[in-house]
């Protein structure tokens, strides 16, 4: 869908009203703050009678980069968010019941420009020289092993886990420092001018009306802006991503948190524990066409450890995208534009690409160009991370219920179904340098669900057996050099960021 050109008034961008104040609003509030609050106006209201979703705790390592763009310091932002470190995700009964793998933020083994080392791996399997592929990785044999710190030189590559409502409150005092202010109060109307259509203020049940030029529709599942005001269409992908529900609660924590999020499958769909400094997260997500809210609540609670201390709560959603995340004078941020089930972390991702590449684009005046540019990337993106995510379930050899058995025979994106088949037969991946999971991503889950590339690349004979099991002996012996001497995960936290 693209945006018609006479729809856009010349008018000047000086105004910026956020509506809603969940992790993409005071992520928005944040970015838009910190490098543009001296030339702009931006308000940010929320209602705190409303509340947030109150789940998206795990994170992915583009946040760290978003943090270092924004100067925010870590150690401060690991305190006050009481956040651990994440290193990857341990897929636990995905591919069979009782078999884990984990997929890492790291890069397995060293690549030859011509071939990924999976290559000279298969290679070594054949003749007998090589180990587990995780044993050619620090993060993952870091995460195996529950170790992390900063290393000089190479760090390794991480993630946090976070305090979602600790997040939104830590960016609203940074936001606020910048300039942002903030409005509380529930929006009853939002207004358009007649001829444009363009949004031009937001009334509250107050009486308070906050005009504006830009408007970031922040409202989560309930999109006030792009959907129920702009009617912009959403495409659904519950035919691939079938899970629609979710129960969410918080625990105590009865040992020290593990540097990865555990995405553990059940009946219909998995459960997530979420390990932060002060307690665990924890969620089930499942599709009520195969299982009751009474059936997967049972599943759920009886599988917790530690004392629940937040009453669980129920999460209906529909997995899609707008048809446009920017229309008009609204862009879609966070659910309100799209999502994808939370099982790889993307959200919060997806997120902070929509707010970088609004920085990047920003309007003196909004034009169709613009606007049609920013659609088309984001579309692009998505696709990717959808297919990443509808990998888990379709590659699988559960057959235990009509559940697994949907999700494994289904009919997939043509574009996920060449690449599994292309890696099946090849070992080969080839992602597009603008996609989310990196080649190391998708080799790790086609793996860890149970493909086995029925060839490798020829480059990897060129090697001698000797020089090969030299290459192979010396990234391993280096990889478990390096995790020997990191320390525990949360003897680290405890000196690098105590919890405020
Ligand atoms: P919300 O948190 O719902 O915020 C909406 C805001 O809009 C609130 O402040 C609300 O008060 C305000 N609002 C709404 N209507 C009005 C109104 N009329 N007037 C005024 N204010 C209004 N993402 C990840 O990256 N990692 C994860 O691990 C992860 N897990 C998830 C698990 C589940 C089950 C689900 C459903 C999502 C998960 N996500 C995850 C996604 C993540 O929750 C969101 O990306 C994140 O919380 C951002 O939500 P949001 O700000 O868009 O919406």
């Not at 409502?165 to 005092?173: E, G, N, P, T």
């Not at 002060?278 to 009886?302: M, P, T, W």
């Not at 888990?392 to 043509?414: I, K, Q």
């Not at 020089?467 to 949360?490: G, K, W, Y």
């Amino acid at each position: 869908m693209t945006e018609e050109v006479t729809e856009f008034p010349h008018k000047a961008v000086k105004r910026v009203v956020i509506a809603g104040g969940g992790t993409a609003g005071w992520m928005a509030a944040a970015a838009i703050s910190r490098m543009l609050g001296r030339v702009l106006d931006i308000t940010l209201i929320e209602s705190e009678e409303i509340g947030t979703v109150g789940v998206g705790e795990a994170t992915i390592p583009t946040l760290v980069t978003f943090h270092r763009l924004l100067e925010i310091n870590e150690q401060e932002f690991m305190a006050a968010t009481q956040a651990t470190i994440k290193l990857g995700i341990s897929f636990e009964n995905w591919k069979d019941r009782d078999h884990r793998y984990i997929h890492s933020f790291g890069v397995t083994g060293q690549d030859h420009w011509m071939a990924n080392f999976v290559h000279f791996w298969m290679r070594g399997r054949e003749e007998g020289l090589a180990s587990r592929y995780e044993d050619y990785c620090v993060e993952l044999r870091a995460a195996e092993e529950n170790k992390f710190a900063h290393l000089p030189r190479k760090g390794m590559n991480y993630a946090y886990h976070m305090d979602a409502s600790l997040y939104a409150k830590f960016l609203r005092r940074f936001s606020e420092g910048y300039g942002a202010k903030r409005v509380e109060g529930k929006i009853v109307e939002v207004n358009q001018d007649d001829a444009s259509g363009y949004i031009t203020s937001l009334k509250l049940a107050d009486g308070n009306v906050i005009e504006g030029d830009l408007f970031i529709d922040c409202t989560g599942f309930r999109a006030l802006l792009i959907g129920k005001t702009l009617n912009v269409g959403f495409t659904d992908w519950s035919h691939w991503l079938l899970n629609d529900s979710a129960l969410a609660t918080q625990t105590t924590a009865v040992r020290d948190a593990v540097p990865y999020t555990r995405a553990i499958a059940g009946n219909a769909g998995w459960q997530w524990r979420i390990p932060l400094q002060h307690r665990v997260g924890n969620g089930i997500v499942y599709c009520s066409r195969y299982i009751s809210d009474d059936e997967a609540k049972q599943e759920f609670l009886g599988s917790l450890e530690g004392e629940v201390i937040k009453d669980p709560w129920p999460i209906r959603f529909r997995p899609g995208q707008r048809q446009k995340c920017w229309s008009k004078n609204v862009v879609a941020l966070g659910l309100a534009g799209s999502f994808i089930e939370p099982l790889e972390s993307t959200t919060i991702h997806l997120i902070q690409r929509g707010i970088t590449r609004l920085l990047n684009c920003f309007p003196h005046v909004i034009t169709p160009e613009i606007v049609n540019e920013y659609n088309a990337r984001l579309d692009t993106e998505l696709q990717h991370v959808r297919d990443f995510v509808v990998l888990h379930y379709c590659v699988t050899n559960r057959r235990d219920n009509a559940y697994w058995r949907t999700v494994g025979s289904m009919e997939l994106p043509p574009s996920l179904r060449q690449r599994i088949e292309l890696f099946r037969e090849t070992g080969n991946v080839f992602p597009v340098p603008t996609e989310l999971f990196a080649e190391n991503s998708w080799i790790q889950v086609m793996m860890g669900q149970g493909i086995t590339p029925r060839q490798h690349h020829p480059i990897a004979e060129v090697m001698s057996f000797d020089e090969l099991r030299q290459f192979l002996d010396s990234i391993r012996a280096s990889t478990a050099n390096t995790v020997r001497q990191i320390p525990a995960h949360m003897d680290y936290l405890r000196s690098y960021c105590p919890a405020d």
